[in-house]
C-alpha cells in the first residue's frame, strides 16, 4: 500500500517561506552537528512529489540534494522539457495528487516524500497524507507562504511524538486520525 508522508519545517506563526520563496531564516538555523531526523525518514522513502514552488527554490541550490526520484507536480512545468542535468532524476506530471499516488502505487512506490505547501495541503483535502513531521523554527516572520490554507473540514490529527532540539527547534510527528 502507498502512503504519503511530510517532512518540513515553518516558522513559530506557521510560514514555510517568506511571500518571495525566500527561506533564509530557515537556512540561518541550519546546523550541521542536528540531524533533526531527516536522514532516517529519507531513507525510508522511495520517491519525493513536490511543487513547482520548492522544485524552483531546490534549483537555486549549488547542487541537486537529491538522490531519490523527484515528480513535480505542475500544470506549468508539465509540458516542458526536464533541464539536461536533471535528465533521469526529474520528472514533470499535472497529475492531481490522487492521480498520482494511483499512478506511483502501480509503479511499486510504496511511501511518497510530499514536500511544498500548497502540494501538502492538496494531499491532506484529498485525505492522502499518512503522518507529517513538523520542526518549528523559533523565528516570527510575519508573512509568507503558510503550510497550511483553507479546508472544507477539519482535520484531526493525533501527536506521536515531540522533541526539543538544542539550537531551539522543537520536532512534532503527527499522524492523521482515522
Known sequence: MITAHVFIAISLDGFIARLDGDIDWLLQRDDPTEDHGYAAFIADIDMIVMGRGSYEKVLTFDTWPY?????VLSEQLADGP??????GKVQFSNSTPK?????LAGQKVRRVYVDGGQLVQSFLRDGLIADMVITTVPVLIGSGRPLFGALTQDI?????????FPSGLVQSTYRLAA
Do not use: G, I
Open 156 to 164: 484531526d490529527l493525533k501527536l506521536v511524538s515531540s522533541c526539543r
Open 99 to 103: 492521480e498520482t499516488m494511483k499512478k
Open 82 to 87: 526536464v533541464p539536461e542535468a536533471l535528465e
Open 67 to 71: 538522490l531519490l526520484p523527484v515528480l
